[in-house]
């Protein structure tokens, strides 16, 4: 069974970088054809996807955060890392990470999600 596990601070100040990091159990985040994915959610809104990482270790960003994101992986402690740069209030969110399984083109695992404010 997979597991994933966010781990981060829950309080960033605004124009700060925030730093997220997804543990994974149960699985290899290098295995093919996995993407291990980036997600949040804002107060009252639908999910956003945010990025990905890919087993061959390429990435993917969603445009829409023009350039803020970067994520990376530590093969050695199986975990991938969130880094969304200049935030503001409106990045206030339940950060979530997931796997996305490249053959049956579906996200099959998640995390429970961490709460993250952007708040002076």
């Known amino acids: 069974q997979v597991q994933l596990q966010e781990s981060g601070p829950g309080l960033v100040k605004p124009s700060q970088t925030l730093s997220l990091s997804c543990t994974v159990s149960?699985?290899?985040?290098?295995?093919?054809?996995?993407?291990w994915n980036w997600i949040r959610q804002p107060p009252g809104k639908g999910l956003e996807w945010m990025g990905a990482?890919?087993?061959?270790?390429?990435?993917y960003y969603s445009p829409s955060l023009k350039g803020r994101t970067s994520i990376s992986r530590d093969t050695s402690k199986n975990h991938f890392t969130l880094q969304l740069s200049s935030v503001t209030p409106e990045d206030t969110a339940e950060y979530f990470c997931?796997?996305?399984?490249?053959?049956?083109?579906?996200?099959?695992?998640w995390g429970q999600g961490t709460q993250v404010t952007v708040s002076s």
């Open positions: 149960g699985g290899s985040i290098t295995t093919k054809y996995h993407y």
């Open positions: 997931a796997r996305f399984h490249g053959e049956n083109r579906d996200m099959d695992y």
């Open positions: 990482i890919a087993y061959s270790g390429s990435t």
